[in-house]
């Protein structure tokens, strides 16, 4: 009975895993050459540190984390505690909000694709109200601006998630702390700093891994919109692999990527658990 | 109705927040309504292309006959892959985790160290040599090489683990000494009472296939065996000018998608407020 789960996660988790680390120190290629695959040492890794672009999809990856993450907690703290209140119609703003995540993300996808258009989508019509007939912002052309963009799309597609956890969050967090509060004439603002804040602490440490983690996984998206452009400023870790391991078909060479992102991935969710947890303890 | 006055601003907010949901979806069915090209491109970014002005199926009919890209084959690939992969995951899962919840494998406890340690390992990192692996055995393009990488997941082995372990173990003795084999405890005790686990596993499992991108671009050649999200994105970019024509393919996809959830909608709540599966 145990056997059928265990043949799929060896065969297709932890085989995969082992290969990939042994093909990192390899010049294995998608489709065998004449030549034999052979063992190369740690060129592939000196290699991907000298390339400028790989350096660039670092810088990407982690300007967008930076950026979505709190963009899109806050978002979500803050659908929570107004689909929390005594909003009339709750039940139908609740199912309101969660449609993003219901909906594919090539579908979210293809529906900004339409908000962005130049030189008269939504966003431009909105943009030339403010700024004049004739003006357009190049919201997937600019490079300075195309990364700001796909965190827009993205903290759309995805805030309901995090959103649903907040809520749940805010239930486990007593009523008679805020009746307490109330009685000792604390403001709203003050129960929201001195109750909610730290009653959701757990599920703040918890949400900040799961997002930031989501977020360095970037791909979708980017690969639909941009592609990685313009002239790389979308480029992220995983494009740059998908690019380099199937599209240039060097399998060794993207596995120490691989290999790189899942040690980044990991020391970064142990760091935020470690230094996350420990703050609220002390 | 009278709204408290505590609540007038969340109200307000709350409006706000609905907005910003619902008007790009609005403008999603009013592009797909219209037939007309050259009335899309003139309206967008006005008011009316966020209130449908004609209800045209036109663009519908277009998308569900095109020869192209089949969307009916597309739907029944997703359809096809998604069930499977949660019909297998979900047996093969629950099996497993229930040897090592109740089973007296001496072994049990290392393996589920395994099953855990692989849960740090994401799936994005892992797609190469998944398809090298996939290349070898002969199954790239096909049914198969889809739905196998879904059924491979410590999340599901821990998600009934935890459910398993819990269970009284009056209840599995009771069983035991009615005759029933280790098998049937499982088969006729466990899973009956595991169906609030069960739901949970089968809704997030279903968005994360049904959304499934960056596997199925590396091993799907062609019509024949692409799931939607794939086709969607070769549809968006070979069809650049027919945007109708791509809302109304957006539309037809997001919809069993939103039926699923209607059916599901308490399990669904419930199953992402309780676990944290998708990032």
Redesign the interface.
């Given at each position: 009975m145990l056997l059928p789960a265990l043949i799929f996660i060896t065969a297709l988790i932890i085989g995969p895993f082992l290969l990939s680390v042994w093909f990192s120190f390899t010049d294995q290629r998608l489709v065998p050459r004449p030549i034999p695959t052979k063992f190369i040492g740690t060129t592939n890794y000196a290699r991907m540190f000298a390339d400028p672009l790989f350096w660039q999809a670092i810088w990407n990856t982690v300007f967008f984390a930076v950026i979505v993450t709190p963009v899109q907690l806050s978002m979500s703290l803050g659908a929570a505690l107004i689909l929390n209140s005594a909003v009339p119609f709750r039940g139908f703003f609740r199912s309101v909000a969660i449609l993003p995540l219901l909906l594919p993300m090539t579908v979210i996808v293809s529906i900004w694709a339409v908000l962005f258009r130049i030189p008269s989508g939504p966003f431009n019509a909105v943009y030339q109200w403010f700024a004049g007939q004739g003006n357009y912002v190049d919201f997937l052309g600019n490079p300075s601006v195309a990364m700001l963009s796909i965190v827009a799309l993205s903290a759309w597609a995805t805030f309901p998630y995090q959103m649903l956890i907040y809520l749940a969050g805010l239930q486990e967090i007593p009523q008679d702390l805020y009746e307490a509060a109330k009685l000792d004439g604390a403001k709203a603002w003050h129960r929201f700093r001195y109750v909610t804040w730290p009653g959701l602490r757990n599920v703040n440490v918890f949400l900040l891994i799961i997002t930031t983690v989501g977020a360095l996984k970037l791909f979708t998206q980017v690969d639909i919109l941009t592609k990685g452009g313009p002239n790389g400023a979308t480029t992220t870790i995983i494009h740059y692999l998908f690019k380099q391991g199937y599209a240039n078909q060097k399998v060794g060479y993207a596995s120490a990527v691989a290999v790189f992102f899942f040690l980044a991935v990991t020391a970064i969710a142990l760091f935020q658990r470690r230094v996350f947890k420990n703050e609220g303890e002390a | 109705?009278r709204?408290?006055r505590?609540?007038v601003l969340?109200?307000l907010?709350?409006v706000v927040?609905?907005m910003?949901?619902?008007l790009?979806?609005m403008?999603?069915l009013t592009?797909s309504l219209n037939p007309n090209e050259q009335d899309i491109m003139v309206s967008?970014?006005?008011v009316r292309?966020f209130i449908p002005q004609v209800f045209s199926p036109q663009n519908y009919i277009e998308v569900w006959t095109d020869p192209v890209h089949p969307f009916v084959r597309y739907l029944a690939n997703t359809a096809l892959i998604t069930f499977s992969t949660l019909a297998l995951s979900i047996?093969?899962?629950s099996?497993?985790a229930?040897?090592?919840a109740q089973?007296t494998?001496p072994i049990r406890k290392p393996?589920m160290i395994?099953?855990l340690a692989?849960l740090?390992?994401?799936g994005?990192?892992?797609?190469?040599?998944?398809?090298?692996?996939a290349?070898w055995a002969g199954i790239v393009d096909s049914y198969e090489v889809q739905i196998?990488?879904g059924?491979?997941n410590?999340m599901s082995?821990f998600l009934f683990f935890q459910f398993f372990s819990r269970l009284p173990k009056e209840l599995i003795e009771a069983a035991h000494i009615d005759g029933f084999s280790?098998?049937q405890i499982?088969r006729y005790v466990a899973m009956p009472l595991s169906k609030p686990v069960i739901s949970a596993i089968a809704v997030l499992q279903f968005?994360e296939i049904?959304?499934a991108?960056?596997w199925p671009?590396?091993v799907t050649r062609g019509p024949e065996y692409r799931p939607?999200?794939?086709a969607?994105?070769a549809y968006?970019?070979t069809n650049q000018a027919a945007?109708g024509n791509?809302?109304a393919?957006?539309v037809s996809?997001?919809i069993p998608?939103?039926l699923f959830?209607l059916i599901l909608?308490r399990q669904f709540?419930a199953s992402?407020?309780?676990s944290?599966v998708?990032?």
């Amino acid at each position: 009975m145990l056997l059928p789960a265990l043949i799929f996660i060896t065969a297709l988790i932890i085989g995969p895993f082992l290969l990939s680390v042994w093909f990192s120190f390899t010049d294995q290629r998608l489709v065998p050459r004449p030549i034999p695959t052979k063992f190369i040492g740690t060129t592939n890794y000196a290699r991907m540190f000298a390339d400028p672009l790989f350096w660039q999809a670092i810088w990407n990856t982690v300007f967008f984390a930076v950026i979505v993450t709190p963009v899109q907690l806050s978002m979500s703290l803050g659908a929570a505690l107004i689909l929390n209140s005594a909003v009339p119609f709750r039940g139908f703003f609740r199912s309101v909000a969660i449609l993003p995540l219901l909906l594919p993300m090539t579908v979210i996808v293809s529906i900004w694709a339409v908000l962005f258009r130049i030189p008269s989508g939504p966003f431009n019509a909105v943009y030339q109200w403010f700024a004049g007939q004739g003006n357009y912002v190049d919201f997937l052309g600019n490079p300075s601006v195309a990364m700001l963009s796909i965190v827009a799309l993205s903290a759309w597609a995805t805030f309901p998630y995090q959103m649903l956890i907040y809520l749940a969050g805010l239930q486990e967090i007593p009523q008679d702390l805020y009746e307490a509060a109330k009685l000792d004439g604390a403001k709203a603002w003050h129960r929201f700093r001195y109750v909610t804040w730290p009653g959701l602490r757990n599920v703040n440490v918890f949400l900040l891994i799961i997002t930031t983690v989501g977020a360095l996984k970037l791909f979708t998206q980017v690969d639909i919109l941009t592609k990685g452009g313009p002239n790389g400023a979308t480029t992220t870790i995983i494009h740059y692999l998908f690019k380099q391991g199937y599209a240039n078909q060097k399998v060794g060479y993207a596995s120490a990527v691989a290999v790189f992102f899942f040690l980044a991935v990991t020391a970064i969710a142990l760091f935020q658990r470690r230094v996350f947890k420990n703050e609220g303890e002390a | 109705m009278r709204i408290p006055r505590d609540a007038v601003l969340p109200s307000l907010f709350a409006v706000v927040l609905a907005m910003g949901v619902l008007l790009p979806l609005m403008m999603t069915l009013t592009i797909s309504l219209n037939p007309n090209e050259q009335d899309i491109m003139v309206s967008m970014g006005s008011v009316r292309s966020f209130i449908p002005q004609v209800f045209s199926p036109q663009n519908y009919i277009e998308v569900w006959t095109d020869p192209v890209h089949p969307f009916v084959r597309y739907l029944a690939n997703t359809a096809l892959i998604t069930f499977s992969t949660l019909a297998l995951s979900i047996l093969f899962n629950s099996m497993a985790a229930f040897v090592l919840a109740q089973g007296t494998l001496p072994i049990r406890k290392p393996v589920m160290i395994l099953i855990l340690a692989t849960l740090a390992v994401p799936g994005e990192s892992l797609v190469l040599p998944q398809l090298m692996m996939a290349g070898w055995a002969g199954i790239v393009d096909s049914y198969e090489v889809q739905i196998m990488p879904g059924v491979a997941n410590a999340m599901s082995i821990f998600l009934f683990f935890q459910f398993f372990s819990r269970l009284p173990k009056e209840l599995i003795e009771a069983a035991h000494i009615d005759g029933f084999s280790f098998f049937q405890i499982y088969r006729y005790v466990a899973m009956p009472l595991s169906k609030p686990v069960i739901s949970a596993i089968a809704v997030l499992q279903f968005l994360e296939i049904w959304n499934a991108y960056l596997w199925p671009v590396m091993v799907t050649r062609g019509p024949e065996y692409r799931p939607l999200s794939v086709a969607m994105s070769a549809y968006f970019g070979t069809n650049q000018a027919a945007w109708g024509n791509i809302m109304a393919f957006a539309v037809s996809m997001a919809i069993p998608v939103i039926l699923f959830f209607l059916i599901l909608q308490r399990q669904f709540i419930a199953s992402v407020m309780s676990s944290g599966v998708k990032g």
